[in-house]
């Protein structure tokens, strides 16, 4: 059964381009509901019509709301809308040097919203890699970059008991804690081990995250041991899995 549509007359705006005016009317339409999630846009052919506008411009408006994540296109099944609002931005996290990762701390905030010095159970233990009934400073909090009150992950952080007193210093000093740990105490962090992973999202940070309990998110473990092999820190970093992109370059040594 074809749709039925209304031809849109736009108004000569030499600040705005046709293609945008093609993308926010078609957003107000899918937004009302008038074009449901799960159902295909007109053909380039019909939107060319119903705009009064050329293909390169159709094509350029449906390319804008591929990238706000609202429809998807694939050869010979047309254009889906997947979505009724913009997908939030994508967090893209690309480091390849330890000290990349200062500038990534810096770059960022953390809010640590709860701490407590606790001893690892056996499941805790397992999750760490250490013994049951080692101790252990926890902070928990989201990290946000500067400017957007929507933070891009959560983090949880395990910092050995014998470094503890860092925890007089974050939120306070920039940086990461691993570098407060070293300007503290005077050690050197020499390896992180860096392990991703697909996890359901725990309650505790689906509400923060804006997103529901139970789905897909992206775990970043990080594993921190000095020189001496010992383990300083164990930082978990969840973000949704549909707002996060990981990058990693490698480099063959002559």
Known sequence: MRRKTQRVEFRRDGDVPLYSRVVAALNEQIAAGRIAVGTRLPSEEELCGQFRVSRHTVREALRKLREEGLVSSRQGAGTTVVRKSPAPPLYTHSVSSIDELVQYAVATRYRARSTGAIAADRELAQRLGCASGTRWLRLEGFRYV????????????????????VAEVVGKKAGPIYALIEEIYGEKVT??????????????AAAGL?????????????SYRLATGELAEIAFNLHPADRFSYSLTLRRHR
């Open 146 to 165: 500067p400017g957007d009150d929507l933070p891009f992950c959560w983090t949880q952080v395990y910092v050995s008991a014998a470094y503890a007193g």
């Open 191 to 204: 390896e992180i081990e860096q392990t991703l992973r697909v996890i359901a999202m725990p309650a505790a």
């Open 210 to 222: 804006r997103v529901d309990a139970g789905s897909p998110a992206i775990e970043l473990r990080r």
